[in-house]
């Protein structure tokens, strides 16, 4: 279990990966993975005084995404990142399959990691979701998830939900606090 040196930047990062999953969520769903580095916006605007504009001066940190992640296992390619120090945190945006818990026996049997995936994403109760996951250096973290078309009427189209919970990702967020490690 990660560290948590700092809870009072419990609220600051939890705005961040919210911030997060609204950008990737502006672009729509069906996206690879995308990394951010978590960046003091003073230095930022420091080192790029053009970009005084788009960044709020306010905020302490600016999240900044990063090149594309290399395609293949999620768990590899977080596990080669190393960032500088004058990164303060970073967050994940990844599209999943949630299931109801009543589905985890019927798919225990399922066998090798490619096959449960395969099952899960041909699972008729299965729901698409954006989970974005932040953590700062110091140790609080975050984690926000957008249901797609959860929320159904008779008479209204699907609506996404938003969940937010520091535990939705503990595992991620273990990785992505060693990407952070000295």
């Known amino acids: 279990m990660g560290s948590e040196s700092n809870p009072a930047?419990?609220?600051?990062?939890?705005?961040l990966a919210r911030e997060v999953e609204e950008f990737v969520a502006a672009a729509g769903w069906d996206q690879a993975p995308q990394l951010f580095a978590l960046v003091p916006t003073a230095a930022l605007l420091r080192e790029q005084p053009e970009l005084a504009g788009q960044l709020d001066p306010s905020s302490a940190l600016t999240p900044v995404a990063q090149e594309p992640l290399p395609e293949g296992d999620l768990a590899e390619a977080l596990g080669r990142i190393a960032w500088p120090e004058a990164v303060t945190g970073c967050a994940l945006a990844q599209e999943i399959v949630v299931l109801p818990p009543s589905v985890?026996?019927?798919?225990?049997?399922?066998?090798?990691?490619?096959?449960?995936?395969?099952?899960?994403?041909?699972?008729?109760?299965?729901?698409?979701?954006r989970l974005v996951a932040a953590v700062l250096r110091d140790g609080p973290g975050a984690c926000v998830m957008r249901l797609r078309g959860y929320a159904k009427t008779e008479d209204a189209?699907?609506?996404?939900?938003?969940?937010?919970?520091?535990?939705?990702?503990p595992n991620l967020l273990d990785a992505l606090r060693a990407t952070l490690a000295p």
């Open 157 to 169: 189209e699907p609506a996404d939900q938003v969940i937010e919970h520091p535990d939705l990702a």
């Open 9 to 15: 930047a419990r609220p600051a990062v939890a705005a």
């Open 104 to 129: 985890e026996s019927e798919l225990s049997g399922t066998g090798d990691l490619d096959r449960l995936r395969q099952a899960a994403a041909d699972h008729p109760d299965r729901t698409e979701a």
